[in-house]
């Protein structure tokens, strides 16, 4: 086991796969400089063939690492910013995830998009947003929102391993985050929660940077006397929906936060889920804590107004415990 | 004529494949007995066999929504095109594809593509793919006037040029996107000349005369795989039928004239290679009619094959969509 922060678990994971796989290839803006850190040092390792800088021009590399994945190539494709991803979304939404299907199992898209998302402070509303409840309905992507170093080691070596694509939502504010991680060929699979803490009062499911918030709720509550589980369902496509019902039969009450804006979140869609399969276990209604139902704003008190923070959280956890 | 008798009879029993085919494929859906909706390319045959004729079997393609002539230029088999199109499990796409979204992996044809401009940053990739793996493979683009106004088209040229990617741009300009005549939707009377933005080679091509498309598309293909970069074609052409088989039961008034039509009919792209080759003497006329009559025999086979094809069952809808 070795500490290592949410960046340096990119990293590691890119250098171990692409050493591992020499039909691997990133593309991206800034990939080679590296304006966040993700991809720094890659470019001095594989050469500029293989750590490919591309023009500000979303729907153009998009476009190109899906043909390049159907002629044979394993791109990992970085959309520096998650909300750039709308400029592309015609190849995401209507190439990459339906080519193999319309073509009858014929095209074979082992594509990984990875992209920034979340409120960090300031960025405001175009480079700040939670964008992944846009593609939760499309069928032929997999979603997985890693929440810390391991995990994003473990869930990134996975994706680019994996024939499909794999969106992988890196967020903004934890790329200093440290944890243990495992040592060598770590992998974690897609579609299997984590159950973060054991708890028997209530179930708080939490995605990606509201996972860290949920712990610390989780852990105030419990000297009150209040025993929170708290899940991380890690991949939003496949749901892993046997944990969290598992976790519902136990505690029969459900919270759930996302970083997302509420309508149409992740949070919903889960909700549904859980009320749907899991309706004769609940004691309470399932509560859903999520972002404010405006753009993102750029002013600190603004911004923190938005995103759900930890009295929120304490405060939908309290609401169905009363 | 500068090229051999047996790449012309190809060359030739292609187009006609190509113009049965559509033709069929026009009265099947007028009679009721295909379902939905298809685009066809009657009179444009030139342009999808003569780049296609440019291209070896392990180069790879990208089609359009009316893309039935680039799959047979590329040596699509018509049958499991017809079936395709019947929505029968013996299609290319087993029914999931349709008219739009025919895919022939095994002949580097990555699919016809429903969206205007989609298919051109994949061909843009399916050509660095060539560069990485050093196969020395080109991919032919081919799009419409209109994917021409797309910001693919725009940000494709660009990301092939700073690469010199082996990918060769094919415009079929066939005069109308959907219902709007090209001069009035596009800022340039040649398209051509949009290749000058991005410091690449871009030409103006008889896209009815079969034998020049071949010669630009060779160039071309030379061209990429000296490692020079990409090239754009613009095949002038015509659309004789409809934007959309059946447009007449929706389409009120008329977006051309009659003798417009009969102009370009009389500039057949079959005839004119009819022409050249009675001329030139390499080939008699028996010889093409007996490809003709094969090209018939061949998509009324497709046809019976596609009929006697069984449906697919409703359990397949979910089938297909991963790679386990």
């Known amino acids: 086991m070795a500490q290592m922060t949410y960046l340096q678990a990119i990293r590691a994971a890119l250098t171990e796969e692409m050493d591992r796989d020499p039909t691997t290839f990133i593309l991206g803006e800034d990939v080679a400089l590296s304006a966040f850190g993700s991809t720094r040092g890659l470019f001095e390792r594989f050469g500029a063939e293989r750590v490919r800088d591309t023009p500000i021009s979303e729907a153009g590399f998009v476009g190109a690492a899906v043909g390049a994945a159907m002629a044979g190539m394993r791109p990992i494709c970085e959309i520096e910013i998650a909300p750039f991803i709308y400029c592309a979304f015609d190849q995401i939404v209507n190439q990459a995830a339906k080519l193999r299907y319309m073509s009858g199992g014929q095209a074979r898209l082992p594509i990984t998009f990875r992209t920034l998302y979340g409120a960090a402070g300031g960025a405001a509303a175009q480079h700040s947003e939670t964008v992944y409840p846009h593609l939760l309905p499309v069928p032929g992507l997999k979603i997985v929102v890693p929440s810390g170093p391991a995990d994003m080691k473990g869930l990134l070596k996975s994706a680019i391993r994996d024939d499909n694509p794999v969106v992988v939502f890196e967020h903004a504010a934890l790329g200093r985050l440290r944890e243990e991680v495992p040592d060598g060929d770590y992998l974690v699979p897609i579609g299997k929660a984590s159950v973060k803490r054991e708890g028997k009062d209530v179930t708080l499911v939490a995605i990606g940077a509201m996972v860290p918030r949920a712990m610390a709720v989780a852990g105030r509550m419990a000297k009150d006397g209040v025993e929170v589980e708290v899940i991380d369902p890690r991949s939003l496509a496949p749901l892993d929906e046997e944990t969290l019902l598992n976790s519902l039969g136990k505690t029969n009450r459900m919270v759930i936060v996302d970083e997302a804006h509420l309508h149409g979140s992740a949070a919903s869609e889960i909700a549904a889920t859980m009320a749907e399969k899991g309706f004769d276990l609940l004691d309470a209604p399932i509560r859903r804590v999520a972002a404010l139902d405006v753009p993102i704003p750029f002013s600190r008190p603004l911004e923190l107004a938005v995103i759900p923070d930890e009295q929120r959280i304490e405060a939908a956890v309290r609401s169905v415990i009363g | ?324």
């Not at chain 2, 994949?122 to 081919?142: E, H």
């Not at chain 2, 910001?151 to 990918?167: C, D, M, Q, R």
């Not at chain 2, 001069?183 to 896209?207: E, L, M, N």
């Open chain 2, 1 to 324: 004529m500068d090229v051999g008798k047996d790449l012309v009879l190809e060359m030739y029993r292609r187009m006609y494949r190509i113009r049965h085919f559509e033709q069929k494929i026009k009265d099947l859906i007028t009679g009721g007995e295909i379902p939905g909706f298809a685009h066809v390319s009657i009179g444009e045959e030139a342009t999808a066999v003569g780049v296609c004729a440019a291209l070896r079997p392990t180069d790879r393609i990208t089609s359009t929504h009316r893309g039935h002539g680039h799959l047979i230029a590329k040596g699509g088999d018509v049958a499991k095109m017809m079936a395709e199109i019947y929505g029968k499990r013996t299609g290319y796409c087993k029914g999931k594809g349709g008219s739009m979204h025919i895919a022939d992996f095994s002949l580097g044809i990555l699919g016809a593509n429903g969206i205007v401009g989609g298919g051109i940053p994949i061909a843009t990739g399916s050509a660095l793919a060539a560069r990485l793996r050093k196969t020395g493979d080109v991919t032919a683009c081919f799009f419409g006037d209109g994917a021409a106004n797309e910001g693919t088209f725009h940000e494709s040229l660009n990301l092939a040029a700073i690469w010199k990617l082996p990918v060769i741009y094919v415009c079929e300009n066939n005069g109308f996107g959907e219902f709007t005549p090209t001069s009035t939707a596009t800022s340039v009377k040649d398209i051509a000349v949009r290749a000058k933005g991005y410091d690449i080679p871009g030409y103006v091509v008889d896209g009815n005369n079969v034998l020049e498309v071949y010669r630009y598309a060779s160039e071309a293909a030379a061209r990429a795989r000296e490692g020079l970069g990409p090239t754009l074609l613009e095949c002038k052409t015509y659309r004789w039928e409809g934007h959309v088989v059946g447009e007449q039961a929706f389409v009120t008034g008329s977006y051309r004239t009659q003798e417009e039509v009969a102009q370009w009919k009389a500039r057949c792209p079959i005839i004119a290679l009819e022409k050249t080759v009675l001329e030139s003497g390499l080939i008699k006329r028996e010889e093409l009619e007996q490809i003709a009559n094969e090209a018939r025999a061949q998509v009324e086979a497709a046809v019976e094959f596609a009929r006697q094809s069984p449906l697919p069952q409703a359990a397949e809808a979910t089938e297909d969509l991963w790679v386990a």
